[in-house]
């Protein structure tokens, strides 16, 4: 009965291990990245773009001097005296695994002009 339990519990951690291989290769929830930027002038012509073509997306925004669980932040002690503020910010377009050809296309056409 014990041995039966191990490999059951074996089997399961297996099965895991490659759901979570394979949301890790081929994108989670169905998303590819398509672009990161810190320009939020960038992000913006670019979530225009998708939308006048009707590509649905996602963006996820990352404060890059927030606090985090391994660093309390140095802001307080530091300030942000001779730093860039326009890094401060970076920004992250997903798209639709089907629409990621045509998004990089007209990601292409907008590098280009």
Do not use: H
Request: proline fraction near 2%; charge should be positive.
């Amino acid at each position: 009965m014990r041995t039966d339990a191990i490999l059951f519990f074996g089997i399961i951690v297996i099965v895991f291990l490659i759901v979570i291989y394979r949301k890790i290769k081929y994108g989670f929830w169905g998303k590819k990245e398509l672009m990161c930027t810190f320009s939020i002038a960038q992000r913006t012509r670019v979530k225009d773009m998708l939308d006048e073509q009707g590509i649905t997306y996602s963006c996820k925004t990352v404060n890059r001097r927030s606090p985090s669980p391994f660093s309390a932040g140095n802001r307080s002690r530091t300030g942000t005296f001779g730093e860039n503020l326009e890094n401060e910010y970076e920004y992250y377009l997903y798209v639709k695994k089907e629409d990621y050809a045509r998004a990089c296309s007209l990601l292409n056409t907008i590098s280009n002009r």
